[in-house]
């Protein structure tokens, strides 16, 4: 029996003002594998990412995720269901510090009422010294314990990727979409950011993963081609950068 995927994409199709972006997209990302989706600026990737994560609802198709499917829930409600993503331009609260900003990441995991920490009450005390501890191992873990108490508008690039991926890390997430995590980064960086990658995935972490950068994306063991907003060609990168059609609209060769 094949286990059930932990993302399913049926038949997803979107418009803009009367301009088809994307086009019956249907894939599936199963539980606890790296999947990748490549595809040229304005192939609808990043249309893509903001409907799984909620910004935006398809016109056609459906998102199932653990096996329902997606129709009304928020951005906040898929969070808190386990599937958080990150940004092309990382996405940090630059007048916070790197550890305020990781203890955002634990918002979802909160048990506590708002009234209850308002009044800051033995069991909201208690669950931000959790929340804190939390987010310090979390920094140590990624390698900006030095950095914690420094707002992050002083990061670089890559530090600030970093910290991005730690907040959303940090909720424990079922499924992680990294959306151009490479853009920006140095060779180091990138280096770098490959192994987290692999290492939170080895640990059980589902990954769906957007990037221009080949040698990144053969993390992932299936990788889908999107062009004008269709699925053309579906396979390890290997099999991806043989195939006729992608070197003609893709590499341009």
């Given at each position: 029996?094949?286990?059930?995927?932990?993302?399913?994409?049926?038949?997803?199709?979107?418009s803009?003002?009367?301009?088809?972006?994307?086009?019956?997209?249907?894939?599936?990302?199963?539980?606890?594998?790296?999947?990748?989706?490549?595809?040229?600026?304005?192939?609808?990737k990043t249309?893509?990412?903001?409907?799984?994560?909620?910004?935006?609802?398809?016109?056609?198709?459906?998102?199932?995720?653990?096996?329902?499917?997606?129709?009304?829930?928020?951005?906040?409600?898929?969070?808190?269901?386990?599937?958080?993503?990150?940004?092309?331009?990382?996405?940090?609260?630059?007048?916070?510090?790197?550890?305020?900003?990781?203890?955002?990441?634990?918002?979802?995991?909160?048990?506590?009422?708002?009234?209850?920490?308002?009044?800051?009450?033995?069991?909201?005390?208690?669950?931000?010294?959790?929340i804190?501890?939390?987010?310090?191992?979390?920094?140590e873990?990624?390698?900006?314990?030095?950095?914690?108490?420094?707002?992050?508008?002083?990061?670089?690039?890559?530090?600030?990727?970093?910290?991005?991926?730690?907040?959303?890390?940090?909720?424990?997430?079922?499924?992680?979409?990294?959306?151009?995590?490479?853009?920006?980064?140095?060779?180091?960086?990138?280096?770098?950011?490959?192994?987290?990658?692999?290492?939170?995935?080895?640990?059980?972490?589902t990954?769906?993963?957007?990037?221009?950068?080949?040698?990144?994306?053969?993390?992932?063991?299936t990788?889908?081609?999107?062009?004008?907003g269709?699925?053309?060609?579906?396979?390890?990168?290997?099999?991806?950068?043989?195939?006729?059609?992608?070197?003609?609209?893709?590499l341009?060769?």
């Amino acid at each position: 029996m094949v286990a059930e995927p932990l993302l399913a994409l049926r038949e997803v199709g979107h418009s803009f003002g009367g301009l088809a972006v994307l086009r019956s997209v249907t894939f599936d990302v199963p539980t606890g594998e790296i999947v990748g989706l490549i595809g040229p600026n304005g192939s609808g990737k990043t249309t893509l990412f903001n409907i799984v994560s909620g910004y935006i609802r398809p016109m056609m198709g459906t998102v199932s995720y653990r096996g329902t499917p997606l129709v009304r829930e928020s951005i906040q409600q898929r969070g808190r269901a386990g599937l958080v993503r990150t940004f092309q331009t990382p996405q940090v609260f630059e007048q916070m510090t790197v550890l305020e900003n990781v203890m955002v990441g634990c918002t979802k995991l909160t048990r506590t009422t708002m009234l209850q920490d308002l009044l800051r009450t033995p069991a909201a005390r208690g669950q931000m010294r959790e929340i804190r501890a939390r987010a310090e191992a979390a920094c140590e873990r990624f390698q900006l314990g030095a950095l914690r108490d420094l707002p992050a508008a002083s990061l670089t690039a890559g530090q600030r990727r970093i910290l991005e991926i730690a907040r959303a890390v940090v909720g424990e997430p079922h499924l992680l979409l990294l959306d151009e995590p490479s853009s920006g980064l140095n060779v180091n960086e990138i280096e770098s950011l490959r192994d987290w990658i692999v290492r939170l995935n080895e640990e059980g972490m589902t990954i769906l993963l957007v990037s221009h950068d080949m040698g990144l994306m053969t993390v992932a063991p299936t990788v889908h081609t999107l062009y004008f907003g269709e699925i053309i060609a579906s396979g390890d990168m290997a099999a991806i950068q043989r195939d006729a059609r992608v070197r003609e609209v893709y590499l341009g060769v």
